[in-house]
């Protein structure tokens, strides 16, 4: 019984109660049946007592629980013996029970004021994080209406003046180049307040192309207009990868061929090829050497460090560096799996 009542305390802090429940009666099991026990039984009692008033937060459960303990103890104990109730042992008995109650109580108090300091530092927290959250959304805001005074300005008085020159002069040879230079400009004024709603708003969703392969495409025809040899060819299997994979791609394959018309003009032949490789989906964007000087055209140095970092938050891996003939290859592997 002994053993029993000692294996009990293990399950204390869980059950507090019943353990002390079953203590007192194991004690008076003990004082019936087996007096030998009887102390270990009572020093048991006490440590239950404690564990109750350390895990349980009313103050009225836990005078219950102490005065239980004093008359069990009182009761089966020779603190009470022939010298009959005298104060002093009355005391003492009171005393020697309070001595583990108290001790529950301070551990509990202890235990609360732990509980709020970590809840104290978990709000502290909070709060530096909204605040960081808030001053990031704030230069969010300020990018957006910069990029918006400045950027949008100056492309849509692009688009309205080549959109008065193709009035002006409908069958000239520049007519549909400058039929070019509008429809360019109004999807970059698209895509410019695609951008600023992003990024006034981090939480929103983009809006995705229905068919990335069509974006793909439209991009090839305005790089042909522009001057360069483009050849693309896209996997009919690519259709079935995830929208998202094929989006990436496409503003892949948007940004290479922009790129080789900056860097190597206009007269360069490009052979841009999708295919849905084992791994993912593979982009290839080939380039010949240029065939004259380039024009020079302005270059913000982020176009291919922006493929790999799109290529990296996906899973995927970018290799690009120079051809035996002097052009350029641009290669992308985007997962497609749940690895992704």
């Known amino acids: 019984m002994v053993v029993l009542a000692g294996l009990s305390l293990g399950v204390a802090r869980r059950l507090p109660g019943l353990v002390f429940v079953l203590q007192v009666i194991l004690m008076l ?43 069990a103890v009182a009761a089966f104990t020779a603190a009470m013996g022939d010298a009959g109730w005298q104060p002093t042992r009355v005391l003492a008995l009171m005393t020697l029970v309070m001595a583990p109650v108290a ?12 509980q709020a300091e970590r809840l104290r530092r978990r709000e502290s927290q909070q709060r530096a994080l ?48 400058l039929t070019d230079i509008r429809d360019t400009g109004h999807q970059v004024l698209e895509d410019l307040r ?15 192309p229905a068919d990335p392969a069509t974006v793909m495409r439209q991009s090839a025809e305005r790089m042909s207009a522009a001057g360069l040899l483009v050849e693309l060819d896209i996997d009919p299997e690519v259709a079935r990868a995830p929208l998202l ?30 295919t849905a490789a084992p791994g993912g989906l593979a982009v290839k964007v080939r380039n010949g050497p240029p065939p004259a000087a380039p024009l020079g055209l302005p270059s913000s140095g982020q ?22 003939d002097g052009g350029w290859l641009l290669t992308v592997l985007l997962p497609t799996g749940h690895a992704a």
């Open 194 to 208: 695609g951008l600023l709603d992003l990024l006034r708003d981090p939480g929103k969703q983009p809006d995705l």
């Open 245 to 274: 994979a094929r989006v990436s791609a496409a503003r892949i394959v948007q940004e290479g061929l922009t790129n080789v018309l900056k860097h190597a003009g206009a007269g360069t032949w490009v052979r841009v090829s999708l």
């Open 103 to 114: 001790s529950g109580r301070y551990l509990r108090a202890r235990q609360a004021a732990s």
């Open 29 to 71: 099991l003990a004082d019936q049946y087996f007096e030998e026990a009887t102390g270990t039984c009572v020093m048991l009692v006490l440590a239950a007592a404690g564990v109750f008033a350390m895990r349980v937060a009313s103050w009225l459960w836990t005078f219950v629980v102490y005065l239980v303990a004093v008359l």
């Open 130 to 177: 909204t605040q960081v959250r808030a001053d990031q959304l704030a230069e969010r805001e300020s990018i957006a209406r910069e990029m918006h005074d400045i950027v949008a300005h100056h492309v849509g008085a692009m688009v309205l003046r080549a959109g008065a020159a193709r009035y002006a002069d409908p069958g000239g040879p520049s007519s549909q180049a």
């Open 303 to 324: 176009g291919l460090r922006g493929i790999r970092e799109r290529a990296h938050a996906l899973g995927g891996t970018l290799t690009a560096g120079p051809a035996e």
